[in-house]
Every structure is written in C-alpha cells, then in structure tokens.
C-alpha cells in the first residue's frame, strides 16, 4: 500500500522546498475523507490557476476543479463498467480508398463546433484559415542566416507552385502560410539547402512537400522516363523523405498524397514492420517522392529493389532524431555510402522543433551552403500549451492520474470528443497503465515498440477515432504525429531529455489551437528541473516556486539531457534562434561546415540561383 507523501518526503527531506500535500488517502476512502484540493492553499497555487499568467485555469476554479464531484462518485475504484473488446479490425494505413481530404474535412468541423475551454480557444480566425489562429503566430521571431536569403512571402499564390497543387493547397483548406511556411517554401523553391527549427504543430510537413512535388511537377518529363522504364524494376525515387517512426511515415504519405492529388507525381510509403510485398508491388508501379523509414530503406536498397541514384530532394523530418546516435549510422549509410548524389548534387531539407548544437554541426555534413532558419527559439515549446508540472511521488502517481481524468471527465471540460495522451517511460509500463485504466472505467489503448505493427495501427485508430479516448504511449508517438483532437498530454514519467518533452508536448497545441500539458515530477526527475522551469519560462507559463528551488540547486541543475545544450556553446546564446556556424572556427571556409557563401557552390542544376555576397544574418521580429 501506498505510504503517505508526507511520510515519504520526512525520508528525503534533503530537497528544496516541495510543495506541502494532504496525506495520501486511497481511492475507496475518498469519498468521506479526501479534502477538496482546492482547500490547500499551499498546493494549489501551482496547480490553479488563478494565478495563471495566460488565464489558463484548466480545470475551473480550483485545482482539477471537480474534487467535490469527483468524490460524490464514490472513488475511482471498480467505477463504471471495465473496458474490453476495444478493437476494430479494419487496416488504418494505408487505406487506398479513404478520400484524401478527409481528414482535413473533419479537422475544420471540428474547429468550428469544438472549441475548449482555454484563454485561448480554438477559434476559426475568420479568414478561413482551415481553423488555424494565425493571429497566434503573429509575434514569433523568425531568424535567417546564410547567404542571399530568398525572401518570404505572406500568401502561397505569390510562389508560382502550379495549378494542381494550388488546388490542392485549397482543397486542404490551407489559406494562409504558416510562418515556417512564409519563410522555407520560397527557401526550397529556390533550390536552397535548409535546416529549418520551428515549433511543433506549425506545418513543417507542407513547408517540404511543397517545395518537392513543385520541383518534380516542374522538371517532371525526362526524369519520369528514367525512374520507370530505364530502371527495370528497380525504384528510382526522385525524393526520399525519412522519419524515424512508422505512423509518422504513414502520416506524411497520406499529406503528400493530398497535396499531390491529381497530379502525375507519385508516392509510396515504405516501412518496417509490414509485410514488404505490398510495398514491393507499389515501388514497382513507380515512384517519385518515396517516404520510408530508414531501416526499411536500407533493406530495400541492399535487395536491389531501390536505388537512390536519381535523388534531386532528400528531407529529413525530425532531423535531430533522425542523426542523434539511435539512427545516425543508418542514415549516413543511406545518405553517403549508397548511391545517392552528393550534397550541392541534391537539395537537402532538415527540419525539426528541436536542433542541439551537436547534431546541426553533424548534420552540416549533409548540406551545402545552406541557409539556417528558426521561427521561434530552437527547441522551444509553443505557447499555445499551457504547461503545469506538479510534484507528485512515484507512488502516487496513478491516483493522481485517476483524479485527473476524473475531473476532466466530470467538467468536461476538453469538449466532448478530446483525447488525453498519457506519456510513459517504459513499454512495460505503457502496458500496466492501459490495464489500469481500463480497469477504472477509462477506456484506454497503448501503443508502444514492442507491440507488432498491426496491434500499433489499431491502437492509433482507435484513438483518433475517440473509441479509447486515451491513449498510453512511450516516446514512439512522441515526434510528429498529428491528431488533431488532442486536447491533454499528460507526462505520467518525464522523459530524460528536454527535447524529448518539447516534442510530446507538442502532440498537442497544434495548427494554432490550445493544448494543456500536465507532468508528474517525481525525486528522479531532479536533473530535468533546471531544463523545465527555463523552458516553461520561455513560454510563458508560471513556473511553480518549489521547481525553481529545485532548478537553483547547483547539483540539480546540470541535467535536461540534449536540452542543456541545445543552446550552444556561444556565450548570450540563451534565447534566440541559433545556428551553431556563429560560433565555429575558422569562420569562413575551413573545416567541414559551410557557412560562408562560398564560390565554388554552384547551385543545384534546374534551380533557382543565388549569389555570393557571403553570410547574412538576419535576426527580427517577423
Ligand atoms: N497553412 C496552413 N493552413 C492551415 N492548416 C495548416 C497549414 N499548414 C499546416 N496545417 C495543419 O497544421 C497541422 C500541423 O502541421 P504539421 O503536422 O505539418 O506540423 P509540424 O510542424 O510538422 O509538427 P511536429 O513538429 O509535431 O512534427 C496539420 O494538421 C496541418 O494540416
């Protein structure tokens, strides 16, 4: 049985300051002993919110709000009936007869009938903008540097993208570029190398499928030729995009199939994990944007069924994932021991909502002259997401879980088809807390890494879908993936690495819509205090005093993982856009970064051209 939390921090009582909580009293007592949170001063006010800089009072008035209605429920315990029989049998990805907007029908009716309970709503702004608040992105300070910026643009029609994908950006109901898209579209139009950081949930995805299915539409004729007949049945891609997890491949497919419809440009999907005969059959028809997976990839190419030597565009979407140390020797091997043309041969996109200083210097390796852009700070977290951290014992996390849900259950408060993604720390956890839940009355899917691919694309589809509200995940849906009715992630276990925590957040306050983030801080998570609190700071949120004690404890404060650095080496590079090449040595022209404007450059053939005025750096407010 669970001690009580004042028992256990009279154990530990070396810490700073924690926040003072009633004792710990189990679920089936509640109903007659739990005292309404919001009585307890100390522990609401970093939970509350009235005190909320953004008057992001999630719950109502007190703490969860709902303590009262909670317990007359009698306690969480055997409530409601136990979940079972929760799956659907139909294959999710990829559905060759779904429609191809779909999706984004859906996510603008939703928009409209469905706004939260937020400060900041989710409004339609009225400029049709597909649901998109874009008056949410007006402040977000863009950076530039490289050479001979292309400048940005403020509506699609002013690059000269086609007829068809003009429809097709219509049809998506997409009216207004986002600032990343403002910025990198004009970038990757003009043929230029990008490595671009912007927030999560602000449209990287079309910032480099436009660019792609524009390029190949335009320069199409020849090189279709080659891909189909030349090469008798070995794929000749003429753009690879690689992402680190399956759904998310499946995810941009599916974007890149919409924003190519009815167009001749093909695109296949290839990832591990599903039988490899479809995939076979697809590549055989042709292929001109291939999206894979970098396992997967490699084993197609070692089969001889593709070959990388006609690629014009590569992209890597969460590029710092895709080159930390988990994928990076996949990814060289794809990238520089196959036979794909050399950098300057291809135009390369890297894009990401994090970017530590380490990987830009790795991923230079990959790019020529390329021009480095940041809408927002590198690795920062919108703030369309009104984060709360509470201290919580690890023990006592799943009550606290259960009070959660319960409130939010009770006040209804997310709208009545929101989904809540809870982020654990181990698969075996992922799988012990579906159990939980469903055993609570809540009915939940988990998806993790060791499930087989099957049981993974049905747990997402049941989620999206609402028939298990909640899904329990470990970080294998922490980057990328895109559901639109997301309206809580709860970090159940903090993950080690600020990043990592910026990118689950980010599951959520997506498209210029509010989210709410909730994590449990526990004694284990003490190295991520000081990377927390300067992260919440950033973006606005109040930080709790007691995790600003922890942050200002020198032994506490060196941790965050990849986060610490992400910053850079440079002294005053705290805030701000960063692009490491400021602070490398030589400055122009040495070692193997490129961040000068070098001559002997030449730009990609059949692309816009650019001069040789060497570096600018643009720093402002967009
Ligand atoms: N110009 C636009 N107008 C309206 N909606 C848009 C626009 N651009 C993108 N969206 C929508 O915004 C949502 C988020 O886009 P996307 O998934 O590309 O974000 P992201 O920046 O890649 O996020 P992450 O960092 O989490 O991968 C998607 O639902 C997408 O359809």
Redesign the pocket.
Known sequence: MATSWADSTAENNYGPNRPTKPSYVPPHLRSEHFPPLSSNSGFNSNLGSGSRGRGGNVGGGGRWGTNSGRNGNGGNGGRGKIYGGREPSTKFYPNPNARPFEI?EK?SKMTVTQPQPMEREVVDSGDG????NFDAYEDIPVELSGSNVPPPVNTFAEIDLGDALMENIKR???????P??RHAIPIAVAGRDLMAC??????????FCFPIINGIMRNQMGVQQMTRGEYDRVACPLALILSPTRELSCQIHE?AKKFSHQTSVRVVVAYGGAPMNQQLRDLERGVDILVATPGRLVDLIERGKVSLSIIKYLAL??ADRMLDMGFEPQIRKIVQQMDMPAPGARQTLL???TFPTEIQRLASDFLSNYIFLTVGRVGSSTDLIAQRVEFVQDMDKRSYLMDLLHSQRDNGNHGKHALTLVFVETKRGADSLEHFLCMNGFPATAIHGDKVQMERERALRSFKSGATPIMVATDVAA????I?RVAHVINFDLPKDIDDYV?RI??TG??GKSGIATAFFSESNQPMAKALADLMQEANQEVPPWLSSYAAQPSYGGGGGRGSRRYGGGGGARFGGYDYRRDAAPYRGGGNHHYSAPAYEAPSPGFGGYGNNGPVISTGWD
């Open positions: 984004s996510f903008g597909g649901g998109i998506c109901k997409y009216v207004k570029p986002t990343v898209q912007a927030q999560t949930g602000s449209g990287k995805t079309a910032a974007e979407d969460e894009f990401s909502a980057r990328g993936l895109d639109p990118h980010g599951r997506r498209a």
